[in-house]
């Protein structure tokens, strides 16, 4: 081709053959980033590291392949094409890692994201190390294809080098997304401004500096986003995720099969939640005279709530929960208010949002029932709720011939745990009676019956329950020898005996 | 020509490179190194103008004058301890005045809208079992709640909840305060005959029949053969066991600068081994070892102190002389609020401030030159979510054994609410490697940015996690936080008795700046002084 034609510009000055060479490192350096960043976004969501790094660079080195294959259909306006290119792997490649985390839950075949979002970035990659040869081609052949290909391959380096030593620990992924997005979007502006043949390229100005802002509000909320992210680590499709100012709720579904978590911990999987809530309610209210007045310490999922509900007898239930965005959800999602049959806001409910353990001490009552409902003594926070100066203080708000029931962790996996609850029950001056039922999402399951006086054998279960019959709420309380009572320390808040015995037994059996 | 061009070009594209990447490098560095602003937060601490006005002297002649039969200058635990006794034993014609517009003294407390903090002292250990007034005391309060088998039943809820401390050792936090893991043989060893030897002299008894180290200290037994120990440091000493484990040394630093504010090199082994020897908490249910501790920290304790007598004390005003006329005292102190000084007569008086205060309003009492003080710095720090870590979960005190401060409290770890999101940290740093008169002069002329500055760095090396959630830093400076208990300690305490109707009462007198030395000495003063006037009492001592 002559001279001077425009479709072939050459260039004299140093400046803009200078530039497209940065561009070169920079296309390939943030390339090999964003590999990097599919290969182990990858491995952390679907595991098995080395199928996955093995697949994800094979396929961007063939979408490579393809782009080079394609750069033969294009026939003039290089330049143009190289910025757009440049720009669409700044938007692709940029938010790559954020999209496939916020992507992982909400599709059912996330690898078609996964590989599709790779194929793209190779492609577009593999189409520019051409054009840039043939932008290039003004100059002396031999220098322009080493040249090129130097810095692509020492780009290649510095990404990797960079990326684990310096990327990964400081920034962590999604972050990391964003900054080489920045990076790229910024040498395509560069380009935009510094090649003399970009002057009347007014759209794709435009659209550059509108993906670099985009990119960096990402790279400022990426905080936000890589919180978001953390629901990567439920087995099953996150339908719902929230950060209340107490907790992390997440609902996941797979088929019927609905479940809570709070902080990561099962709190019910809606196949079997009737098995422990008919277990943790009614063996209680049954031996109870008249349950009249019931009182909910925790349960904010409406759950234990349906159960007593269910008893006729019952003219006043109030609820107490930390987290008034927990009963709020469970009080007006139609979801799961059909779960616990809309108990939370059953005209004969109260719910109060307030710290169970300053509630119990601050407050007066006397309720023919008391549900304990907490989550597992995990920390010691939690385990301030299962104390004898809680019980004790739970005591007073027990009406004469009163029974409260306490969910007591596993007797199976921890029975030591377990049975520290019925002695520190005892420490608070109640009589107790253990029991246990399996809960196929939980395993072995128990809870403590406690009450000031002498605490009935018989009870009178309500008929309809899909678990619980008379029959059954006999056979509850027979221990086999490896649940059986044991002694057991006294948990106090200045020696939180409990939760030590409930780490070490749940540490060995999940290893 | 192209190819001549391309070469001229070389060395601009390699310039061009390497702008791209100083960029991208300075980009980062400025993404990772970037400073947040530094957070609100008040500057407190004792009222320097008050005190610096008691120096000068420059207050007007008396005005007025008042009769009463008591009066107890200085409104922290001494003085307060002195009120409560006079008040449990139904002598109620006596007036407390304090300088400041709270009483308290290094108990003092302050709060937010997460949670009240302490400013200085902020536990109280369980009693030992010859400690008897105190023990008292915390019965009227309800603090021991009982006895099981003639043994003291604490409330559980006033004791220091589960987990009470943590120190960050190697990279992760590990309960307790003393490390156990990457010990070397000589650490061990060291550590195992360092606490052999503790656990003797807390079981020893001197030839006097009284326990080697008792607390209140005033207990302890003055065999000579134990009191020579005051004679020495207590680096020297526990060089000359020959012990070099670092770690031994590391931990006993800690614990000088914790309880004294004093380096080992300072202090007297006597009050060294004191530390580590002297308590034998008295209590069922295992709580021996454990402490009493609230929110407020010890402002708890002055606060119920003061609850006994709150119509019995005069806040702002500042006591600036006190003479003997006759077999009376003349008290002059200045009324901050009306600005002029009232003449309090009075049949006795307890001098109950530090002794170089004392000796500068009572010049009777001679000079206070053998009394240094330690100078700290205490910052409550409140944040938005509470700190983590590797290792074992937040405790009450968490302690880093890679950094000069003492670590953090937490505030809420005692509140009413099992579960909390925000908190306040109450982080201590006792200035201590340097003389007290320089550090005071550091703690006064660095700005409360810098502190501020130096507080954060600490609590974020310690806590990447708290970074963005550190919502205030409110410092309060210590210029005089507590006596140095220095070799040669034990006999000045005596030595500076006046005679009635004249007493003194800080825990000044015992050498350490501990709450059940303070007590004591309150509690001795207002008996001594109620012998004096006749009024009857059984005596708690």
């Given at each position: 081709m ?8 050459r260039?004299r000055t140093?400046?803009p053959a ?11 350096t ?5 590999e990097?960043?599919a ?6 969501l ?5 199928t996955?790094?093995?697949?994800v ?13 394609c ?12 910025v ?25 075949h ?5 590989y ?20 290039l ?5 031999r220098?322009t294809?080493?040249n ?11 990404a ?8 990964m ?14 990076a790229?979007?910024?040498v ?7 090649l ?6 007014r ?8 993906i ?21 680590s ?9 950060t209340t100012?107490?907790?992390?709720i997440?609902?996941?579904?797979r ?8 902080n ?9 939640e ?21 009182l909910?310490?925790g349960?904010?999922?409406g ?11 019952v ?5 107490v ?13 139609p ?25 119990a001490?601050?407050?007066s009552?006397?309720y ?13 926070s939690?385990?301030?709720?299962y ?9 007073e ?17 921890a ?13 608070a ?8 039922v399996?809960?196929?999402s ?6 403590v019956?406690?009450?000031a006086?002498?605490i009935?054998d ?7 329950g899909?678990?619980l019959?008379?029959?059954?709420d ?6 086999p ?17 409990l ?7 749940w ?5 | 020509?192209?190819g ?11 310039a061009l490179g ?20 530094l957070?609100?937060?008040?500057l407190?601490?004792a ?12 207050f ?8 009463v039969?008591?009066?107890?200058a200085?409104?922290?635990v001494a ?5 409560w006794?006079?008040?449990d034993?139904g ?9 400041e ?12 809208a997460?949670?009240a903090y ?6 109280l250990?369980?009693?030992n ?8 005391l ?7 709640a ?7 039943v ?20 590990q309960?307790?305060l ?7 043989a ?9 606490n ?5 002299f807390?079981?020893?008894v ?13 207990y ?12 020495q440091?207590f680096?020297a000493?526990?060089d000359a066991?020959g ?17 004294y ?17 002297a308590r034998r908490?008295?209590a ?13 920290g010890n ?8 609850g006994?007598f709150?119509d ?13 006329d ?21 049949r ?9 205060i ?11 030159k053998?009394f240094?003080?330690?100078?700290w710095?205490v ?11 590797r290792g074992v979960?937040l ?12 670590g953090?409290v937490?505030?809420t770890h005692?509140?009413?609410?099992a ?5 306040v940290?109450t ?15 550091l703690?006064?002329?660095?700005s ?6 130096i ?15 550190i ?14 208990p ?9 030595a ?19 709450f059940?030395?303070?007590h004591?000495?309150?509690v ?6 109620m012998?004096?006037?006749?009024h009857?009492?059984?005596s708690?001592l």
């Amino acid at each position: 081709m002559a001279e001077g034609d425009p479709a072939h510009p050459r260039f004299r000055t140093s400046a803009p053959a200078a530039a497209l060479l940065a561009s070169a490192f920079v296309v390939s350096t943030c390339g090999l980033i964003y590999e990097l960043l599919a290969s182990t976004l990858a491995s952390y969501l679907l595991g098995d590291s080395v199928t996955q790094f093995s697949t994800v660079i094979g396929s961007y080195l063939f979408a490579m392949g393809v782009g080079s294959w394609c750069s033969r259909y294009v026939k003039r306006d290089e330049v143009r094409l190289f910025v757009r290119v440049e720009l669409l792997i700044a938007l692709i490649g940029g938010s790559s890692a954020a999209a496939l985390f916020l992507l992982f839950p909400l599709v059912e075949h996330f690898r078609v994201a996964l590989y599709g979002l790779v194929l793209a970035i190779g492609f577009l990659v593999g189409l520019e190390i051409p054009l840039l040869i043939r932008i290039l081609r003004g100059f002396d052949f031999r220098e322009t294809v080493s040249n090129v290909l130097t810095f692509d391959y020492v780009g290649a380096l510095v990404a990797s080098l960079l990326f684990p030593l310096l990327l990964m620990p400081h920034l962590g992924m999604i972050r990391t997304g964003f900054l080489f997005g920045i990076a790229n979007a910024a040498v395509a502006l560069a380009l935009l401004f510094v090649l003399p043949r970009a002057v009347g390229y007014r759209v794709e100005k435009l659209a550059g500096v509108l993906i670099l802002l985009g990119l960096i509000a990402g790279f400022v909320a990426s905080d936000r986003l890589q919180r978001w992210a953390e629901v990567a680590s439920y087995g099953e499709p996150v339908i719902y995720a929230q950060t209340t100012r107490f907790q992390r709720i997440v609902l996941t579904r797979r088929d019927d099969d609905l479940r809570l978590y709070l902080n990561g911990n099962l709190q019910f999987s809606s196949r079997d939640e009737y098995r422990y809530h008919e277990a943790l309610v009614h063996p209680a209210l049954g031996r109870v005279a008249n349950p009249r007045n019931v009182l909910i310490l925790g349960g904010g999922d409406g759950l234990a709530a349906r159960e007593v509900l269910r008893h006729p007898e019952v003219a006043k239930l109030t609820l107490v929960d930390l987290d008034g965005e927990m009963t709020s959800l469970f009080a007006h999602t139609p979801t799961l208010t059909h779960l616990n049959r809309g108990s939370l806001t059953d005209k004969r409910m109260t719910v109060i949002n307030a710290d169970g353990f300053r509630w119990a001490r601050e407050n007066s009552g006397q309720y023919d029932a008391i549900v304990v409902d907490f989550p597992d003594p995990v920390d010691y926070s939690v385990g301030k709720l299962y104390t004898e100066t809680f019980y004790r203080a739970v005591r007073e708000l027990l009406a004469p011939g009163g029974m409260m029931v306490v969910q007591s962790t596993s007797p199976l996996v921890a029975p030591n745990a377990f049975w520290t609850v019925a002695s520190t029950l005892e420490a608070a001056g109640l009589q107790t009676r253990g029991y246990h039922v399996y809960v196929p999402s939980f395993g072995e399951w128990g809870f403590v019956l406690a009450s000031a006086g002498a605490i009935p054998d018989q009870a009178r279960i309500l008929p309809g329950g899909r678990f619980l019959t008379p029959t059954i709420d006999q056979r509850l309380f027979d221990f086999p020898p490896d649940m059986a009572r044991r002694p057991t320390p006294v948990n106090r808040l200045d020696n939180q005996v409990l939760v030590r015995e409930f780490a070490d037994a749940w540490g060995k059996y999940e290893g | 020509m192209p190819g001549a061009n391309m070469k001229a070009d070389r060395r601009g594209l390699l310039a061009l490179g390497a702008v791209v990447v100083a960029a991208a490098g300075g980009g980062l560095a400025y993404a990772l190194g970037r400073r947040p602003a530094l957070p609100l937060g008040k500057l407190g601490g004792a009222d320097l103008a008050r005190g610096h006005r008691l120096r000068d002297g420059d207050f007007p002649a008396p005005s007025v004058e008042q009769e009463v039969d008591l009066v107890i200058a200085g409104g922290g635990v001494a003085g307060l301890s002195a009120g409560w006794r006079l008040a449990d034993a139904g002598f109620t014609r006596f007036q407390l005045l304090e300088l400041e517009d709270e009483v308290g003294g290094n108990a003092r407390s302050g709060r937010n809208a997460v949670s009240a903090y302490p400013l200085g002292a902020h536990y109280l250990p369980v009693a030992n079992r010859e400690a008897k007034a105190l023990q008292y005391l915390l019965r009227q309060l309800g603090m021991i709640a009982g006895d099981a088998d003639g043994v003291p039943v604490y409330d559980p809820a006033q004791l220091c909840a589960d987990l009470q401390e943590r120190l960050f050792w190697q990279g992760r936090w590990q309960e307790g305060l003393i490390p156990r893991t990457g010990l070397t043989a000589q650490d061990r060893e060291d550590l195992a005959a360092f606490n052999r030897a503790m656990a003797d002299f807390s079981k020893r008894v001197g030839s006097d029949d009284k326990p080697a180290f008792a607390v209140p200290s005033a207990y302890s037994s003055r065999d000579p053969a134990l009191t020579a120990l005051d004679q020495q440091d207590f680096a020297a000493w526990l060089d000359a066991q020959g012990w070099t484990s670092p770690v031994l040394h590391a931990h006993v630093r800690y614990a000088m600068r914790d309880d004294y504010g004093t380096e080992p090199y300072a202090v007297s082994a006597w009050a060294g081994i004191h530390y580590f020897a002297a308590r034998r908490g008295w209590a069922a249910n295992g709580a021996g070892e454990n402490e009493l501790t609230w929110p407020e920290g010890n402002g708890r304790l002055t606060a119920r102190l003061a609850g006994f007598f709150p119509d019995n004390i005069a806040r702002g005003h500042i006591v600036h002389h006190v003479a003997r006329d006759a077999d009376q005292v003349l008290v002059d102190s200045f009324d901050v609020a009306a600005s002029r000084t009232v003449r309090t007569r009075a049949r006795a008086a307890i001098l109950a401030m530090p002794h170089f205060i004392a000796t500068r309003v009572c010049p009777e009492l001679g000079d206070a030159k053998a009394f240094s003080y330690a100078p700290w710095l205490v910052a409550n720090v409140t944040v938005d979510r509470l700190p983590g870590g590797r290792g074992v979960p937040l405790a009450w005190d968490n302690v880093s054994s890679s950094s000069d401060s003492l670590g953090y409290v937490v505030a809420t770890h005692q509140g009413p609410a099992a579960i909390t999101q925000g908190t306040v940290l109450t982080w201590y740093l006792p200035l201590s490697d340097m003389e007290p008169a320089a550090a005071r002069r550091l703690l006064v002329e660095r700005s409360a940015d810098e502190w501020k500055r130096i507080v954060s760095d600490d609590l974020l090396a310690l806590h990447p996690e708290l970074d963005g959630a550190i919502r205030e830093i409110a410092l309060w400076r210590w210029g005089h936080a507590m006596i140095r208990p220095t070799p040669g300690f034990l006999e000045r305490g005596q030595a500076h008795q006046p005679r009635p109707p004249l007493f003194l009462a800080h825990s000044d007198l015992s050498g350490l700046s501990l709450f059940e030395e303070a007590h004591y000495h309150g509690v001795r003063a207002a008996e001594g002084a109620m012998a004096l006037l006749h009024h009857a009492h059984e005596s708690l001592l």
